[in-house]
């Protein structure tokens, strides 16, 4: 469903990603882990068509993204780590624009709409100006704006940033349940969100992949490294994986 193929992006001298590369299978959820500048936003805006890669290239439900890149457009829904919102509309106003652009009118439009206010939990939000929302609720218009044409894929930055603890279930919840029809790929820096969400994952440092798989296949990772512990958390295989490793003694 999502093929990234020897991705770089530079930026004169810095290199933000070096030939990564890896795929997420149809209703798979991938999570996309890394320190900061790890390259992981890099990596999503490039497979959005926001950034135009240095080389290589990225494959969305069949379409290359750079010969492509309208009908790769089409399959993907984007939440970036700041939700793209209209500060001075309401929360249906600024819905209702985007269904339009994203080309939804009449009977469809309306039931996409009814869908957000439920999946989405803005229903109470529903006539507010989005300027009097607070961060949590932004959000989740951000979410809902991803959402609003039904696509195949869901790239999401940060999905639940600024959410309180009830919020973030219910975006676990969510995200779990449109796996069983849609591919997602989303970032955190939160591993107790991926150990929760997540089918596979990606390590990012660097601007390079340190390791990828399921939980269980970067776990055996690790100790094959030399790590003795048989029950690793995520946390430990993610430390053990960016830890730098041991040389032996220089002798002068």
Not at 56 to 65: P, Q, S, Y
Request: glycine share 8%.
């Amino acid at each position: 469903m999502i093929e990234v193929e020897k991705l770089s992006m530079r930026y004169g001298h810095f290199t933000a990603l070096n030939e990564i590369s890896f795929q997420v299978r149809e209703k798979e959820i991938l999570g996309l882990l890394g320190p900061n500048g790890a390259g992981k936003t890099t990596a999503m805006r490039i497979m959005t068509t926001y950034l135009h890669p240095s080389s290589g290239t990225v494959r969305v439900n069949g379409a290359d993204i750079l010969k492509h890149p309208l009908e790769a457009r089409r399959s993907m829904g984007y939440l970036p780590e700041t939700a793209p919102l209209y500060l001075d509309m309401r929360t249906d106003e600024y819905l209702d624009f985007v269904g339009r652009a994203r080309g939804l009118q009449g009977s469809r439009l309306k039931e996409r709409l009814d869908w957000l206010q439920q999946a989405c939990e803005i229903k109470s939000v529903w006539k507010h100006n989005l300027s009097e929302l607070s961060k949590g609720f932004r959000q989740r218009v951000g979410l809902a704006q991803a959402l609003i044409h039904d696509p195949k894929v869901l790239i999401l930055d940060e999905p639940t940033s600024g959410l309180d603890p009830l919020q973030i279930m219910g975006i676990r919840d969510l995200v779990r349940d449109l796996a069983k029809e849609k591919t997602i790929i989303f970032s955190t820096h939160i591993l107790s969100e991926v150990e929760a969400m997540a089918d596979r994952i990606v390590i990012l440092n660097e601007g390079r992949i340190v390791a990828q798989g399921s939980r269980e296949e970067l776990a055996q990772k690790v100790r094959e490294q030399g790590e003795a512990r048989p029950a690793l958390t995520l946390e430990d295989i993610f430390i053990a994986l960016l830890r730098p490793k041991k040389t032996g003694a220089v002798h002068v």
